[in-house]
């Protein structure tokens, strides 16, 4: 199991501004789970199966195309998710939930209650657009070049065809709609304004679009999205400025990969990730620039596994010692790195692999270098799972399902892949013997 959360200085990280202990706090506190109560042996006729599940899927799925246009055409970037945020409660009231708006800002928390005993569960789905500077090769405007209309999509199926199935349902799954992914500040927003709190959910489950063949899975236990960590290098006397531009290159020389450049890069990308012990086993994504100030480098990077933080900010005061007079700051603690718990991870796998079959299931042995997520702080709170939607068209080019490129579009067959493989595992994880 990959390990958890470095300590920085002699003391705990501790996430900016969202109060978190660096430590996931279900390591410590949360009940095993008792895989006897959800097992198939222990499944009477009366619970949901695939059947009734890919029924009520059928009769959405053309409305769920035409949810996902209408969020597309109007995207909304963090903070601003109201259009939004009323369409997915809208849905949810008249699929008959308990429904809380204003979470965390325009955050929306939808509560399905089964008929039968069981546990609660959570789903977590963002729903804000990327803004131009977030985009790669994209356009003025903000955009949903993420995926996040299908993952709010997707969301509102779910929970429309586990409210049709309430009768059959054991236990009760929260659905939370988080705003401002791309700021990495819903997340937190949320867990201050107590989403978690009422409900007690055992486990958090995500879905994110990922350039796979559409139709087929890819998850990641063990592994995830790096964190990242920001600091600043001041440099004084009058050849400062020299000075910056050349320990912003010595810096950027911690480095061992680079964004990829072209579409054999993003195929060789893919490929990485999902060989064991591959090229990306451990990797440190450095950017590192001269400031407008001109005696400050900026540097912000990723890394993997996330204990190496230590490491390389060591290896960054290191190369400014020899400069007279230079200091380093790192103002806080990294964000923290999204690591999926190995043991819900694995369920899942077996689980996917058990009903779509196992030619549709790939796992991860590496972290994507170049993104990060604040789903992070919700498994550092709760075990669950966060697990790539393939949604790459029969044909098209890579940079079509690569999330932030500008030309992303999506095959729209992802929706309602998604919505029956997770509204299966939902009701699977929420109930009990």
């Known amino acids: 199991m990959i390990g958890r959360r470095a300590l920085l200085g002699g003391a705990a990280a501790v996430v900016a501004g969202a109060g978190l202990a660096l430590t996931p706090v279900w390591r410590s506190t949360a009940e095993p789970v008792d895989e006897a109560a959800i097992d198939e042996a222990a499944i009477d006729d009366a619970a949901i199966d695939e059947a009734a599940i890919d029924d009520a899927a059928t009769r959405l799925d053309g409305s769920l195309v035409e949810l996902r246009r209408d969020i597309h055409r109007h995207p ?28 965390g800002g325009y955050g929306v928390v939808g509560v399905l209650e089964g008929a039968r005993p069981g546990r609660a569960v959570a789903y977590r ?23 996040h209309d299908l993952h709010t999509t997707i969301g509102v199926g779910i929970a429309e065809v586990l409210a049709s199935l309430r009768d ?21 927003a949320m867990l201050d304004d107590g989403v978690l709190a009422g409900t007690r959910p055992a486990e958090i489950h995500a879905l994110h679009c990922g350039p796979f063949p559409v139709g087929r899975f890819a998850t990641a236990p063990g592994y995830g999205l790096p964190g990242q960590d920001r600091g600043t290098v001041t440099l004084t006397g009058p050849d400062a400025a020299e000075q910056a531009r050349r320990l912003a290159a010595e810096i950027g020389g911690l480095g061992t990969v680079s964004p990829p450049g072209s579409s054999a890069d993003l195929e060789r990308l893919v490929a990485d990730i999902q060989t064991p012990d591959g090229p990306l086993a451990t990797f440190v994504f450095m950017r590192a620039a001269v400031s407008e100030a001109a005696n400050e480098v900026a540097v912000s990077y990723r890394c993997w596994p996330e204990e190496r933080h230590v490491e390389v900010r060591e290896s960054i005061r290191r190369l400014a010692r020899p400069y007279d007079g230079a200091s380093v700051d790192f103002p806080g603690g990294p964000f923290p790195a999204m690591v999926c718990p190995e043991r819900q991870g694995q369920d899942l796998t077996e689980y996917l692999r058990g009903t779509l079959g196992a030619d549709r299931v790939v796992t ?45 579009e999506p095959d729209e067959r992802a929706i309602g892949y998604g919505v029956r493989a997770m509204a299966g595992w939902l009701a699977r994880r929420a109930r009990t013997e």
Do not use: K, N
Request: hydrophobic share 45%; net charge negative.
């Open 168 to 188: 059959r349902l054991g236990g009760t799954v929260v659905f939370v709609f988080q705003p401002g992914e791309e700021a990495l500040t819903g997340a937190a």
């Open 364 to 408: 991860l042995h590496a972290a994507i270098p170049f993104s990060g997520e604040d789903f992070a702080l919700f498994l550092d709170r709760l075990p669950g799972t966060f697990t790539f939607l393939g949604v790459r068209a029969p044909g098209s080019a890579l940079e079509s399902s690569y999330p932030h490129y500008g030309v992303f």
């Open 76 to 103: 909304e970037t963090a903070g601003q998710e109201q259009r939004t945020a009323e369409l997915v409660a809208e849905r949810l009231r008249a699929a008959g939930l308990d429904v809380t708006t204003g979470v």
């Open 125 to 147: 789905a963002d729903m804000d657009a990327v803004p131009p500077d977030g985009q790669i090769v994209g356009g003025p405007a903000a955009a949903h070049v993420c995926g």
